[in-house]
Nanobody, 116 residues
């Protein structure tokens, strides 16, 4: 059974940092493209960042470019999202997703609140 478990969310002040983790079980993460999405209250889910399985190419939404960094630790079967210079508009539930062909798996999400 495949599971993706996110952690690391919480309440942080504007300008602060958080590091989200996505740990996989039941699949080998480095074989999958991994993406982070987020959904703010009353808004649609949007893609934030992704990392390819083949060559580790990284992608970022314009809204987070220069502030967020995605990375893998294959030995720990984990993908991270380092979030710096957080803004109130980054407040959302963050989800990781793993994709390989027609196979797609989602985590349950971790909540990030950026507020003073």
């Amino acid at each position: 059974q495949v599971q993706l478990v996110e952690s690391g969310g919480g309440l942080v002040q504007p300008g602060g940092s958080l590091r989200l983790s996505c740990v996989a079980s039941g699949l080998t993460m480095d074989a999958y493209a991994i993406a982070w999405f987020r959904q703010a209250p009353g808004k649609e889910r949007e893609g934030v960042s992704a990392i390819s399985s083949s060559d580790g190419t990284k992608y970022y939404a314009n809204s987070v470019k220069g502030r967020f960094t995605i990375s893998r630790d294959n030995a720990k079967n984990t993908v991270f999202l380092q979030m710096n210079s957080l803004k109130p508009e980054d407040t959302a539930v963050y989800y990781c997703a793993a994709g390989l062909g027609f196979r797609n798996y989602w985590g349950q999400g971790t909540e990030v609140t950026v507020s003073s």
